[in-house]
């Protein structure tokens, strides 16, 4: 998964996480889709997600869309679009093109990044900032949703949550750890239908550019995310994500998915 409440989900990327369309290659026939609900204080809804997820033993390509909603959107009005496509290995993960676009409050910013076999990469956003990260500080970097779907990889390969991605997405450059966090058999909660064992990961942002742009501590800073084994495959899920953003603490629910031979509807 790796906006205004930024979760990718890879998706568990973080709740917000952006983009512009690709021409991405045709993968697996049976893509992934997934749609989580968000609520924040006093359990107001703030944001619907929806995540694609597309891959074969060579190639992924990752989409997320998503747009606040109800009290979020009177605070921040933002509707986002991300996508990546890249290559994989049976030990690496590699992007090779990010694009995110972003309406902000009436304003529209595009993020991109292409990356280069050997760790460089070109890329940047319109409007530029006032002083753009040096190429130095963005070499090895991924993109926030490759950085999720490789939590993700990780997770069901060998169970366990502790990974450290440096991540840049056009515009910003932090780092995203995540730990284990123990497992746990979730009960039902906020009119989600989900009981069954899960796995716990605690994630932490970490900045490493600080500047006076407000936008640059959206997103969310911290948190727990509980994954399932709900598909067959290589991929862990992210079920359910409880996470510190600048609007406060919020909770995702995953609503549905899609794929893989499996149909759940977890909410309305």
């Given at each position: 998964m790796g906006g205004a409440v930024r979760f990718s989900l890879g998706v568990a990327g973080s709740v917000l996480a952006a983009l512009a369309v690709l021409a991405v290659p045709a993968l697996a026939a049976d893509a992934i889709a997934l749609r989580f609900e968000v609520y924040g204080l006093a359990g107001l809804h703030v944001?619907?997600?929806?995540?694609?997820?597309?891959e074969d033993a060579n190639r992924y390509a990752l989409t997320v869309d998503y747009a606040t909603s109800g009290v979020a959107g009177m605070f921040v009005d933002v509707k986002t679009r991300a996508q990546v496509r890249g290559r994989l290995s049976p030990t690496a993960t590699q992007p090779e093109a990010f694009r995110k676009d972003t309406r902000r409050n009436g304003v529209d910013r595009n993020n991109k990044v292409d990356y280069r076999p050997d760790g460089t990469l070109e890329?940047?956003?319109?409007p530029p900032l006032p002083e753009p990260l040096p190429a130095s500080a963005t070499r090895g970097t991924v993109d926030n949703l490759t950085?999720?779907?490789m939590l993700e990889r990780q997770l069901a390969r060998t169970g366990s949550c502790v990974l450290a991605v440096p991540v840049f997405d056009g515009r910003y450059r932090y780092d995203l750890y995540f730990s284990d966090a123990g497992t746990k058999t979730l009960p039902s909660s906020g009119g989600q239908k989900f009981e069954?064992?899960?796995k716990a990961c605690r994630m932490t942002r970490h900045n490493?550019?600080?500047?006076?742009?407000?936008?640059q501590d959206e997103g969310a800073r911290q948190g727990t995310i509980w994954y399932a084994k709900l598909i067959p495959g290589d991929l862990m899920?992210?079920?359910?994500m409880e996470l510190e953003?600048?609007?406060g603490g919020v909770t995702a629910y995953l609503a549905e998915l899609h794929g893989r031979g499996v149909?759940?509807?977890?909410m309305e």
């Open positions: 944001l619907t997600l929806k995540s694609n997820i597309d890329g940047g956003s319109t950085a999720y779907f069954g064992a899960t490493i550019a600080s500047g006076s742009d407000p936008e899920v992210p079920v359910r953003t600048q609007i149909d759940l509807k977890l």
